[in-house]
């Protein structure tokens, strides 16, 4: 019965409409570097460990400009439910002109810092040259995947999230058939790897721009570079970037502090943290929903509609957050056999998963609640708080270090971290200041 209230309204069906591709979407993006690490594993451990320091930087780089998706997604959305799809389109693409800029600067800035880079993230001197092969290669297809970003923000703020779907599956096939003809039959090595990816990401980007023309034709939107649309698009991002790079800082200084408790702690660290991964992108997916959707509501001068949009949607993030939760417990005796042999790791793994477990309900609700508040435009008070969520959990965490309070301590300051984000979004979305409506925000 519970089930079938799930999907007892119309919003229900439109937020798996939306939902359910940008899961797949999602899924599709980490299988570029899991396919690399597949065939490049065949080289030996040295191209592997430069593949994965590589990895490291070039997502951190591209994670940065995640704003491009997010922040177009909401401003498209907006434009969309006013009723005004030429604005929206003409957004869209103010964004796709800022992810070239943002590319080709990146290109330029961090083509001479390739090898500070590398050392910065520990490489060894086997590994150095690798990873450097590698990174220097990839830095060109920089501009297409901060393109492919802001591509997907223009379709899902016009509430199409299929296309992305569909492309990033053509992308991560294309890949993989690419390196296998570059890294196992041409014998490029890693650089082949490299290539691949570029080639792969550069035409996910020209089919997403394809894709923009073709609809700004049709709704008479222009497509030159627009100085002012450019400079909207990169003030409207700057408070998305605070956001994300507060986010960032603790998923590294969680990392950071997980290895220097020692190798078995880092080990199930790691392996704990996929799990977290695995389940944030399927709340991700309720998130975006939620970003589209709000944006549609507000552009459209319809804050109750919004507001009951969030109540369904922070409802299936508690559901789903109570389902993950229960998964994992019920997997937990078996699933660290799956990663290691290793007892300590495995009795570190089995008490780690436990904390994970109990989170999925706050995690449902806090990424769905950042999700809405991303689709008002509400970036200011997101980049605050997620300040102070990251200030409270720094201290804790250092903590837990210091006084050797181990690794299941350090999932529960990454708990502390994520109460706090649930108080500060929770009291955001229980008042009125988030629903600002019209067109455009101001």
Same mark, same amino acid.
């Given at each position: 019965?519970?089930?079938?209230?799930?999907?007892?309204?119309?919003?229900?069906?439109?937020?798996?409409?939306?939902?359910?591709?940008?899961?797949?979407?999602?899924?599709?993006?980490?299988?570029?570097?899991?396919?690399?690490?597949?065939?490049?594993?065949?080289?030996?451990?040295?191209?592997?460990?430069?593949?994965?320091?590589?990895?490291?930087?070039?997502?951190?780089?591209?994670?940065?400009?995640?704003?491009?998706?997010?922040?177009?997604?909401?401003?498209? &959305?907006?434009?969309?439910? #006013?009723?005004? $799809? +030429? =604005? /929206?389109? %003409?957004?869209?693409?103010?964004?796709?002109?800022?992810?070239?800029?943002?590319?080709?600067?990146?290109?330029?800035?961090?083509?001479?810092?390739?090898?500070?880079?590398?050392?910065?993230?520990?490489?060894s001197a086997g590994v150095a040259p690798f990873a450097e092969t590698y990174l220097r290669?990839?830095?060109?297809?920089?501009?297409?995947?901060?393109?492919?970003?802001?591509?997907?923000?223009?379709?899902?703020?016009?509430?199409?999230?299929?296309?992305?779907?569909?492309?990033?599956?053509?992308?991560?096939?294309?890949?993989?058939?690419?390196?296998?003809?570059?890294?196992?039959?041409?014998?490029?090595?890693?650089?082949?790897?490299?290539?691949?990816?570029?080639?792969?990401?550069?035409?996910? &980007?020209?089919?997403?721009? #394809?894709?923009? $023309? +073709? =609809? /700004?034709? %049709?709704h008479g939107a222009a497509v030159r570079p627009d100085l002012a649309g450019l400079r909207?698009?990169?003030?409207?991002?700057?408070?998305?970037?605070?956001?994300?790079?507060?986010?960032?800082?603790?998923?590294?200084?969680?990392?950071?502090?997980?290895?220097?408790?020692?190798?078995?702690?880092?080990?199930?660290?790691?392996?704990?943290?996929?799990?977290?991964?695995?389940?944030?992108?399927?709340?991700?997916?309720?998130?975006?929903?939620?970003?589209?959707?709000?944006?549609?509501?507000?552009?459209?001068?319809?804050?109750?509609?919004?507001?009951?949009?969030?109540?369904?949607?922070?409802?299936?993030?508690?559901?789903?957050?109570?389902?993950?939760?229960?998964?994992?417990?019920?997997?937990?005796?078996?699933?660290?056999?799956?990663?290691?042999?290793?007892?300590?790791? %495995?009795?570190?793994?089995?008490?780690?998963?436990?904390?994970?477990?109990?989170?999925?309900?706050?995690?449902?609700?806090?990424?769905?609640?950042?999700?809405?508040?991303?689709?008002?435009?509400?970036?200011?008070?997101?980049?605050?708080?997620?300040?102070?969520?990251?200030?409270?959990?720094?201290?804790?965490?250092?903590?837990?270090?210091?006084?050797?309070?181990?690794?299941?301590?350090?999932?529960?300051?990454?708990?502390?971290?994520?109460?706090?984000?649930?108080?500060?979004?929770?009291?955001?979305?229980?008042?009125?200041?988030?629903?600002?409506?019209?067109?455009?925000?101001?």
């Amino acid at each position: 019965m519970a089930g079938v209230k799930l999907v007892s309204s119309p919003r229900d069906r439109e937020i798996l409409r939306l939902a359910v591709p940008a899961f797949g979407a999602l899924v599709a993006e980490p299988l570029f570097l899991l396919s690399d690490s597949a065939i490049i594993g065949h080289l030996g451990t040295a191209p592997l460990g430069g593949l994965g320091v590589a990895g490291q930087i070039l997502g951190t780089l591209v994670y940065l400009c995640v704003f491009l998706a997010y922040g177009t997604t909401a401003g498209v &959305a907006r434009r969309v439910g #006013a009723g005004d $799809l +030429r =604005a /929206a389109v %003409r957004q869209g693409v103010d964004g796709m002109w800022l992810a070239v800029a943002i590319g080709a600067l990146l290109i330029v800035a961090g083509w001479p810092l390739v090898s500070w880079l590398v050392e910065l993230f520990g490489a060894s001197a086997g590994v150095a040259p690798f990873a450097e092969t590698y990174l220097r290669v990839s830095l060109l297809g920089i501009p297409g995947m901060l393109v492919v970003l802001a591509g997907t923000g223009v379709l899902r703020g016009l509430q199409d999230t299929r296309t992305p779907l569909v492309v990033s599956i053509g992308g991560f096939g294309l890949n993989l058939l690419l390196n296998v003809v570059f890294v196992l039959w041409f014998e490029w090595g890693i650089a082949g790897s490299a290539w691949g990816t570029v080639i792969a990401q550069t035409a996910s &980007a020209a089919v997403y721009v #394809a894709v923009v $023309l +073709r =609809a /700004a034709r %049709r709704h008479g939107a222009a497509v030159r570079p627009d100085l002012a649309g450019l400079r909207t698009s990169a003030t409207a991002g700057v408070s998305l970037l605070v956001r994300t790079a507060a986010l960032r800082a603790v998923l590294i200084v969680g990392t950071s502090i997980a290895a220097r408790m020692g190798d078995p702690e880092i080990a199930a660290y790691q392996v704990g943290f996929q799990v977290w991964t695995l389940l944030a992108f399927a709340l991700d997916a309720i998130a975006i929903a939620g970003q589209a959707i709000t944006g549609r509501y507000l552009g459209a001068s319809d804050p109750v509609g919004a507001r009951e949009a969030t109540r369904r949607m922070v409802r299936w993030g508690v559901g789903c957050g109570v389902v993950f939760g229960l998964g994992i417990v019920a997997v937990r005796p078996w699933l660290p056999g799956l990663f290691t042999q290793d007892d300590q790791v %495995r009795h570190l793994l089995l008490a780690s998963l436990l904390v994970v477990a109990l989170l999925q309900p706050v995690a449902g609700v806090v990424f769905v609640l950042d999700g809405i508040l991303i689709g008002a435009g509400d970036g200011r008070y997101l980049a605050w708080t997620t300040l102070v969520a990251t200030v409270v959990f720094l201290p804790a965490a250092l903590l837990v270090y210091t006084s050797g309070g181990g690794l299941v301590w350090l999932w529960l300051a990454i708990g502390l971290w994520m109460g706090t984000r649930l108080l500060t979004l929770g009291l955001r979305a229980r008042g009125e200041a988030w629903l600002v409506t019209g067109a455009v925000r101001h």
